[in-house]
């Protein structure tokens, strides 16, 4: 309970960051995208996702983003670009070992995680 209480204040915050790396993601996936036929439907729809969850709360930005990225990222499987393919993969990972350490901060004040511990100790 008082981790909950200590993060409380700062939880929008960290919606809504984790909501404008998504956002970030989603456009830099958007503007990478070429294929056939599916992946320029799911870009589309992407790109629609992207107007779509402007002005929502952090939260329902985030889950609306994430599922248009799916989207694209199986129609990528199905026919896309191979160099487009492998740039978007490099981007998403990319973000995804960012909010891994972005995660991992959040929630060292758990105590689970002793590496991120010794990590925000030394720097």
């Known amino acids: 309970m008082q981790i909950t209480l200590a993060q409380y204040a700062e939880t929008p915050a960290f919606e809504q960051q984790e909501a404008d790396d998504f956002r970030d993601l989603a456009i830099t ?12 439907a799911a870009a589309t729809s992407l ?21 248009a990225l799916d989207g694209l990222l199986v129609a990528l499987v199905d026919d896309g670009d191979k160099a487009a393919s492998a740039t978007i993969r490099d981007k998403v990972l990319e973000q995804a070992i960012h909010r891994a350490d972005v995660d991992r901060r959040w929630f060292s004040l758990m105590g689970f995680d002793a590496e991120i511990l010794e990590i925000i100790q030394s720097g």
């Open 29 to 40: 996936v958007a503007e990478h995208a070429i294929g056939g036929a599916s992946t320029m």
């Open 47 to 67: 790109t629609v996702a992207l107007g779509q969850s402007k002005g929502l709360p952090a939260l329902a930005q985030t889950d609306t983003l994430q599922k």
